[in-house]
């Protein structure tokens, strides 16, 4: 199935070979220069997915991301040259679903792109169930989740890490297990990664982040009850 996918990155060589890649695969590419050009893009189209540089121009790529959760979840796919890990976190906390560090190859961010797009948009038997554990419900058709019938928005690994811990209700998922669920490829990061989403994601749950609790050196676990 072809997205609708933009691109925000001022070097006109790497977008326009990103672009090239995207296209070869079917998907059909808007391109943005700058901060700037972005919002107003994403204020007058609908796209299934943003791969959004940094170190843009105007507006950089942290503010972009942080305007569009205000109203969106769609997927985002961070880009930046710099490797610090703060930086990464920082875009994590934004509610960036990955993050790619330049030079990167080409095929290799094809392939998080496809990984990103097959868990959000892949209609299979599972999309048809609403699943609900202690006062939170989960559509996976629509991706609504409801805490005692009021909707909260979150990102779309917010959402993965969500569902694989209700739907392993008492088992203790592993970090290992989650970053295998929600990113598919080796993880090289630190614990702080996966510390930051669920961090994010208790927030957005309020009282029922209680639900979630953390098994020392080991990973999480979605509590039976309360």
């Not at 690994?157 to 295998?180: A, D, K, P």
Request: with cysteine.
């Amino acid at each position: 199935m072809p997205y609708k996918i933009l691109i925000v990155e001022d070097e006109t060589i790497l977008r326009e070979i990103v672009k090239d890649y995207l296209e070869n695969e079917g998907h059909e590419v808007i391109e943005a220069i700058d901060g700037v050009q972005a919002l107003e893009l994403f204020q007058e189209q609908n796209f299934h997915l943003i791969i959004l540089d940094i170190m843009l121009p105007k507006v950089d790529g942290w503010a972009v991301c942080r305007r569009i959760r205000k109203t969106s979840n769609v997927p985002i796919i961070m880009l930046t040259a710099r490797v610090d890990e703060d930086d990464t976190l920082l875009g994590f906390e934004l509610g960036a679903d990955d993050y790619v560090t330049k030079p990167y190859s080409p095929p290799i961010l094809l392939a998080r792109v496809k990984r990103l797009l097959e868990s959000r948009y892949k209609m299979n038997e599972q999309s048809k169930l609403t699943l609900t554990r202690n006062g939170i419900s989960v559509e996976f058709a629509t991706r609504k989740v409801k805490i005692d019938g009021n909707a909260i928005n979150l990102t779309h690994t917010e959402f993965e890490i969500l569902t694989y811990l209700m739907q392993n209700q008492g088992i203790v998922i592993t970090r290992e297990q989650l970053v295998q669920k929600v990113w598919g490829y080796d993880y090289n990061g630190d614990d702080r990664t996966i510390n930051t989403h669920i961090r994010n994601l208790r927030t957005k749950l309020g009282s029922k982040s209680k639900l979630i609790s953390t098994i020392i050196r080991t990973g999480y676990k979605f509590e039976e009850t309360v």
